[in-house]
Nanobody, 123 residues
Framework: QVQLVESGGGLVQAGGSLRLSCAAS????????IGWFRQAPGKEREFVAG????????VYGDPVKGRFTISRDNAKSTVYLQMNNLKPEDTAVYYC????????????????WGLGTQVTVSS
């Protein structure tokens, strides 16, 4: 089992950057696939990015390709989401989630979730 805590959200102007962190506690963090999702008001939860235990070959959702970068530091049990060139449509609550099977874009495939961190991008 793993517990996840997101941090790093905030208010930023369009074109700005933020780095989100997902800190994990529990056993065998390096065995878990970590995904970032986001949910805006009135919308479904959307896949943003995912990384395997090795950090090799991350997967990105189409809306964030070329702007967001996911990375992980297994020694620190932390996964990061560097978000550049932010747009107002990136405004959402961002969640990190963990599973053991693979990088899925479907939220239901993930077993553990954090409580989320709010990102607001002003125009």
């Amino acid at each position: 089992q793993v517990q996840l805590v997101e941090s790093g959200g905030g208010l930023v102007q369009a074109g700005g950057s933020l780095r989100l962190s997902c800190a994990a506690s529990g056993r065998s963090f390096s065995n878990y696939v970590i995904g970032w999702f986001r949910q805006a008001p009135g919308k479904e939860r959307e896949f943003v990015a995912g990384t395997s235990w090795s950090g090799i070959s991350p997967v990105y959702g189409d809306p964030v390709k070329g702007r967001f970068t996911i990375s992980r530091d297994n020694a620190k049990s932390t996964v990061y989401l560097q978000m550049n060139n932010l747009k107002p449509e990136d405004t959402a609550v961002y969640y990190c989630a963990a599973c053991v099977d693979g990088i899925y874009i479907t939220a239901a495939k993930y077993d553990y979730w954090g409580l989320g961190t709010q990102v607001t991008v002003s125009s």
